[in-house]
Nanobody, 129 residues
Framework: QVQLVESGGGLVQAGGSLRLSCTAS????????MGWFRQAPGLEREFAAV????????YYADDVKGRFTISRENAKNTIYLQMHSLRPEDTAVYYC??????????????????????WGQGTRVTVSA
């Protein structure tokens, strides 16, 4: 089992920045690819970004590319999502998740929620206009 705890959410004005953190504990949390998803009010949860286990590969959804940066510190069992130029449409609950260790990290796997067996409880981000 892997336990995930997100933090760093809050209220920010449009154009502002926030950094989210997700710390893993439990069984070997640092050796997996990990991702961020988000769920806006009334909408389905969607993929935002993912990072490989060693940080060498990162992928982003088109609507966050160039504004969000995913990174990790394996020594701290933590991944981050640095968000800049925030927009009201970025308002959502942000979840981190661990990609199933048996799967490769590629375009076919990384956006599918069912490929992530472990999830955090989420942290809320609200961007005011």
């Amino acid at each position: 089992q892997v336990q995930l705890v997100e933090s760093g959410g809050g209220l920010v004005q449009a154009g502002g920045s926030l950094r989210l953190s997700c710390t893993a504990s439990g069984r070997a949390g640092t050796i997996y690819a990990m991702g961020w998803f988000r769920q806006a009010p009334g909408l389905e949860r969607e993929f935002a970004a993912v990072i490989s286990w060693n940080g060498g590969d990162t992928y982003y959804a088109d609507d966050v590319k160039g504004r969000f940066t995913i990174s990790r510190e394996n020594a701290k069992n933590t991944i981050y999502l640095q968000m800049h130029s925030l927009r009201p449409e970025d308002t959502a609950v942000y979840y981190c998740a661990v990609l199933s260790p048996g799967l490769p990290l590629n375009s076919a796997t990384m956006t599918k929620q069912y490929n992530y067996p472990y999830w955090g409880q989420g942290t809320r981000v609200t961007v005011s206009a």
